[in-house]
């Protein structure tokens, strides 16, 4: 048993399902958010080193949910502006009590600040382009919540595919599912690692993408990580890849429409944003249920 969670893959398929059954524990039949003191005694180091909304303020919700004692760190007034190291830094918090740290850092620091920090519980929040685990888990939730299983589904994700750790960790938990088919879609130029990817087919046309699918994710286009700003025509993009009503009768009628946040309504529009398909917002409260029950799981270790 895992006692980070650096990676989806830190986490079998039967713990995986386990989270998500769990997480559905901590919403009572009004749909409201359980509070139970299950872990009084344990503190919370929410340790953000790049913006979040969501991420944030629902592990920070979540550990409050359980009874723990959560610091919300403020990176910006830390001593990381004096130049501390975020090695030192967490050391700082773990020597003044902090158990378990949840770290969205720009680079791929949290393995090594494990190994660093070994009686210190890390749980990643987004690291750089490479990986968002609890974000897969509310994905999946959501899906699980609305088709019940992945088995036999038509998957299609649209986007900015190359900077997107969304799409990474999700890919990686795909390998547990027999999925009837993965589809990835987006301009080239923000698609090349997925182009000759053995795991789904890149079809750049998105209408044919998404023909007969079950399951639509959109992602945003992640100007902060471009190395150089592409040369793009927003409107020929928008054309090409903007999630539309048009272009969702493509896929099936009971098809839902998915978008990890923040929204720019550049990759979808305002109106598949408020679609009946649309679970763009279920997406968000799982987000509290599912981080109860990673925070249960790792705090409990
Ligand atoms: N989906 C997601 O990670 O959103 P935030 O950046 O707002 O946390």
Redo the contacts with the bound molecule.
Sequence with gaps: MAKNLISISDLSKNEILEIIKFSDSFIDDEGNFRKEDLFPDKTIANVFCE??????SSFSIAASNLGCSVLDFDVNNSSIQKGETIYETIDALHLMGVDLCVLRHSDSVIKDLAEYLPNMTFVNA?EGMLS?PT?TLLDLKTIMDNKETLNSLKIVIVGDLDHSR?TSSFLEVLKNFELEALVLSGHPAMCTKYIDNKQGLYEPDLNKALDNADVVMALRIQHERFEQELDLDLETYKQDYQLTSEKMDNAKGDAIIMH???VNYIEITESIYDSEQSVIREQVKNGVAVRMAVLSRFLSC
């Design positions: 913006p979040s909304t969501r991420t944030k987004g968002h974000q969304v990890p946040g923040p």
